[in-house]
């Protein structure tokens, strides 16, 4: 199976940089995935790591590190409308196919 | 906007009923993936299908089937519906061959049973 873990909560200041963590375990590895949710709203795609290291893109870097199970999100020069869930998705061998399974999420709270 | 459809956004319903809800993927993508996501809770993997056939399947109850129909559009069915069966569906479809392989999701389908 798959099992993904991250921090529920976190704060942040606006203008600040924050770092969302995730641990993950799965088998035949293919993919992890960063995606940003608003409150009732759909999940959006933010960056994909496949290999190790480190993915930038504008404000939001994301790296990974296969051997560790582990990756980070890592958001720049926050900003109010930053304030969101952060899902960490993993795909993985499921029955011959490949799944993407999500962590809970991490709620961010950009404050002033 | 993702380029996948689903309907209808919001549902209100009594225990015991029975809805279906449909999802329309983004064109020319062959996988539907369906998710479930309770309040506060992550998003919960129910079933895949690609091009017309069941892939993969998550926690999906007895109570819930799904298919996927040769216009590669795809709907959910949910019977003897609980209380917990409130929450926000989401499908999502993803093209085949795409080297990052992210998910597309709709908007959802807020279903709420009283």
């Known amino acids: 199976g798959q099992n993904i873990d991250q921090p529920t909560e976190m704060t942040a200041t606006e203008g600040a940089i924050v770092q969302i963590n995730c641990t993950y375990q799965?088998?035949?590895?293919?993919?992890l995935f960063w995606y940003q949710q608003h409150a009732g709203e759909a999940p959006t795609f933010l960056s994909y790591?496949?290999?190790?290291g480190l993915e930038e893109k504008g404000r939001f870097s994301s790296f990974l590190s296969r051997s560790k199970g582990y990756s980070y999100l890592l958001l720049k020069e926050l900003q109010m409308k930053d304030s969101a869930s952060y899902l960490c998705?993993?795909?993985?061998?499921?029955?011959?196919?490949?799944?993407?399974?999500f962590g809970i999420g991490t709620k961010l709270q950009v404050i002033p | 906007d993702s380029g996948v459809t689903q309907t209808p956004k919001h549902l209100i319903t009594a225990t015991g009923q029975r809805v279906t809800l449909r999802c329309s993927p983004r064109?020319?993508?062959?996988?539907v993936y369906w998710y479930q996501q309770s309040l506060d809770q992550g998003l919960q993997f129910l079933i895949q299908?690609?091009?017309?056939?069941?892939?993969a399947k998550g926690n999906i109850l007895e109570r819930f089937s799904a298919q996927q129909f040769p216009d590669l559009h795809s709907e959910l069915n949910l019977s003897s519906l609980e209380l917990g069966d409130s929450a926000l569906y989401f499908c999502?479809?993803?093209?085949?061959?795409?080297?990052?392989?992210?998910?597309?999701f709709g908007e959802g389908s807020r279903l709420t049973v009283l």
């Open positions: 064109s020319g993508d062959l996988s």
């Open positions: 799965t088998s035949g590895f293919n993919g």
């Open positions: 998705a993993v795909r993985g061998d499921s029955g011959g196919y490949q799944k993407v399974t």
């Open positions: 999502a479809s993803s093209p085949a061959g795409q080297p990052t392989g992210e998910l597309f």
């Open positions: 790591n496949v290999l190790d």
């Open positions: 299908y690609y091009n017309g056939e069941e892939r």
